[in-house]
């Protein structure tokens, strides 16, 4: 308790949101989640600023900055909403009370006792007690909102209001509205909302910690993808799914943790994590066919797995159910992304015939042209690469016609290299090629 007995000074001025040493705020949130007296006097020293703002009683900097605060606080508004209509009604009741005449009220006492509601109403026209109601009645209906919070509370609605501008992940989590993705990623917050994510966070541990049920789970989940700490979300997400494997949205989300992994991985490990990420958002689609986000994120799987006739596809579908968000406007450039690369390898493929008819027609200015143009690129249109993989089809099928021309169309282009630029490799790998056919065809 040492650390927890701080000065209600110090206790003022965090829920004024007047404290800007991160050490002092990360101590003061940690024991309002580790410490039940310190939260007490916390909520205790929140409902007297509510009581003296709404009673005029703060001067106008903690005015202003008790205002600043409320825009990050929706559960701070209802309480003022609450103790300001509780005034109202004191308020009115005094105003009432003030036209009754005292002979009226002398007539009355004389004649019964009066009525609880009489009573009331009496307390009521005194500001004490009518202040004091009014912070019994916040303090209940604040016991209220607490104890029926769930698994999907008010602070996962506020985590999709921070991210309405920019969406933190490229896959959709679950009911996360459109945003596009930002132009900087990893982009640090500004404090003001590393602070409102901090407290998110805290709501959703406890929440997590008190209810241990699939939403949750799945909320705090929710919370850690967004912060790209995806061991974490993962964890949370097969929590969630242990006690409710039937949700769509659960593996939609988990899917996207494992795809977000994937895209922040290399190697073999990227492969992997897609892999996982496909698996679920297919487990998601089957359990709910129209489930937007899952349809969406098995398009982005199909495309990153490098399965472009899936993934075409797959944002077909997902067009036919969602045509016109933007959401849909995603997809087509993802369609249109997928038919510019099936188009280039088609020119690809013409690149390599335009060359064997040079070939063919003893044209050496043109097929020497066309492998200027394209030796310098390492995959796709370069002819040697071409014909190499032309050469081992070819083999594979057994036709050895074509084999043989390709080899001697390499040879060829190793000719030209070494009187050009005294290159030998074009040369050299055809030959040692030649060699080691005749070595497998001989049974060696």
């Given at each position: 308790m040492?650390?927890?007995?701080?000065?209600?000074?110090?206790?003022r001025?965090y829920?004024?949101?007047?404290?800007?040493?991160?050490?002092?705020?990360e101590g003061?949130?940690?024991?309002?989640?580790?410490?039940?007296?310190?939260?007490?006097?916390?909520?205790l020293?929140?409902?007297?600023?509510?009581?003296?703002?709404?009673?005029?009683?703060?001067?106008?900097?903690d005015?202003?900055?008790?205002?600043?605060?409320?825009?990050?606080?929706?559960?701070?508004?209802?309480?003022l909403?609450?103790?300001?209509?509780?005034r109202a009604?004191?308020?009115?009741?005094?105003?009432?009370?003030?036209?009754?005449?005292?002979?009226?009220k002398?007539?009355?006492?004389?004649?019964?006792?009066?009525?609880?509601?009489?009573?009331?109403?009496?307390?009521?026209r005194?500001?004490?007690?009518?202040?004091?109601?009014?912070?019994?009645?916040?303090?209940a209906a604040?016991s209220?909102?607490?104890?029926?919070?769930?698994?999907?509370?008010?602070?996962?609605?506020?985590?999709?209001?921070?991210?309405?501008k920019e969406?933190?992940?490229e896959?959709r989590?679950?009911?996360?509205?459109?945003?596009?993705?930002?132009?900087?990623?990893?982009?640090?917050?500004?404090?003001?909302?590393?602070?409102?994510?901090?407290?998110?966070?805290?709501?959703?541990?406890?929440?997590?910690?008190?209810?241990?049920?699939?939403?949750?789970h799945?909320?705090?989940?929710?919370?850690?993808?967004?912060?790209?700490?995806?061991?974490?979300?993962?964890?949370?997400?097969e929590s969630?799914l242990?006690?409710?494997?039937?949700?769509?949205?659960i593996?939609?989300d988990?899917?996207?943790?494992?795809?977000?992994?994937?895209?922040?991985s290399g190697?073999?490990?990227?492969?992997?994590?897609?892999?996982?990420?496909l698996?679920?958002?297919?487990?998601?689609?089957?359990?709910?066919?129209?489930?937007?986000?899952?349809?969406?994120?098995?398009?982005?799987?199909?495309?990153?797995?490098?399965?472009?006739?899936?993934?075409?596809?797959?944002?077909?579908l997902?067009?036919?159910?969602?045509p016109?968000?933007?959401?849909?406007d995603?997809?087509?450039?993802?369609?249109?992304?997928?038919?510019?690369?099936?188009?280039?390898f088609?020119?690809?493929?013409?690149?390599?015939?335009?060359?064997?008819?040079?070939?063919?027609?003893?044209?050496?200015?043109?097929?020497?042209?066309?492998?200027?143009?394209?030796k310098?690129?390492?995959?796709?249109a370069?002819?040697?690469?071409?014909?190499?993989?032309?050469?081992?089809?070819?083999?594979?099928?057994?036709?050895?016609a074509?084999?043989?021309?390709?080899?001697?169309?390499?040879?060829?282009?190793?000719?030209f290299?070494?009187e050009?630029?005294?290159?030998?490799?074009?040369?050299?790998?055809?030959?040692?090629?030649?060699?080691?056919?005749?070595?497998?065809?001989?049974g060696?």
């Open positions: 040492g650390e927890s007995a701080k000065s209600e000074e110090e206790i001025e829920l004024l949101g007047r404290v800007s040493d991160e050490a002092a705020l003061i949130e940690e024991l309002l989640f580790t410490d039940e007296e310190f939260c007490s006097r916390v909520a020293a929140e409902d007297g600023l509510i009581n003296d703002y709404v009673l005029g009683r703060l001067d106008e900097r005015a202003d900055s008790f205002r600043t605060t409320l825009a990050g606080d929706p559960e701070r508004c209802l309480k909403e609450l103790t300001q209509a509780i009604k004191a308020l009115a009741l005094n105003t009432k009370a003030a036209k009754v005449t005292k002979a009226a002398a007539a009355e006492a004389a004649e019964e006792k009066p009525s609880f509601f009489a009573r009331l109403g009496t307390l009521l005194q500001p004490a007690y009518a202040g004091a109601l009014a912070l019994l009645l916040v303090a604040v209220v909102i607490y104890f029926n919070r769930t698994g999907r509370p008010d602070e996962l609605a506020e985590l999709r209001a921070v991210y309405q969406r933190p992940t896959a989590i679950s009911d996360f509205g459109y945003a596009p993705l930002p132009q900087l990623r990893g982009a640090a917050p500004e404090q003001a909302e590393k602070n409102r994510l901090r407290l998110i966070q805290n709501r959703l541990i406890e929440a997590a910690l008190k209810t241990p049920d699939a939403r949750t799945h909320a705090l989940g929710a919370f850690h993808l967004t912060q790209r700490e995806y061991a974490d979300a993962i964890r949370e997400f969630a242990k006690l409710d494997g039937k949700s769509a949205k593996h939609n988990l899917g996207t943790a494992y795809y977000e992994l994937a895209m922040a190697g073999e490990k990227r492969y992997e994590n897609l892999a996982h990420a698996e679920e958002f297919t487990a998601a689609t089957e359990l709910d066919g129209n489930l937007l986000e899952a349809l969406f994120n098995k398009s982005l799987a199909h495309e990153q797995l490098g399965q472009p006739r899936e993934a075409k596809q797959s944002w077909t997902y067009l036919q159910k969602d016109s968000s933007p959401w849909a995603e997809a087509r450039r993802h369609l249109s992304r997928i038919a510019d690369e099936q188009t280039r088609k020119q690809d493929g013409q690149v390599l015939q335009d060359f064997l008819d040079a070939y063919r027609n003893r044209d050496d200015a043109t097929a020497q042209k066309i492998h200027n143009e394209t310098g690129l390492l995959k796709g370069a002819a040697p690469l071409q014909l190499s993989r032309r050469f081992l089809e070819a083999r594979r099928r057994g036709d050895e074509e084999a043989q021309e390709s080899l001697d169309a390499l040879a060829y282009l190793g000719r290299e070494r050009r630029h005294s290159e030998f490799f074009f040369l050299s790998w055809p030959t040692s090629t030649r060699t080691s056919a005749r070595t497998r065809s001989s060696c």
